[in-house]
């Protein structure tokens, strides 16, 4: 199942990663309360800045428009 991956980071920005598969999300909800979560996303470890919260939404979400 793919769907949109929402990151809270700790510096109170959001990473949105679109598109990815179920397993992403639950890899990071698994990495959060590390200093250097990370997953795979198409065969690559991807490291992210340390992360507060992660959201899962099954639909994408339309960024254009306005939010």
Do not use: R
């Not at 996303?41 to 254009?64: A, R, T």
């Amino acid at each position: 199942m793919k769907g949109t991956a929402l990151l809270m980071n700790k510096d109170m920005t959001v990473t949105v990663l679109e598109n990815v598969d179920v397993s992403v999300y639950k890899e990071l909800k698994d990495e959060k309360q590390y200093d250097q979560p990370h997953c795979t996303i198409n065969n690559k470890k991807v490291e992210f800045e340390p992360i507060h919260s992660v959201v899962w939404c099954k639909e994408d979400i339309d960024l254009d428009y306005g939010y």
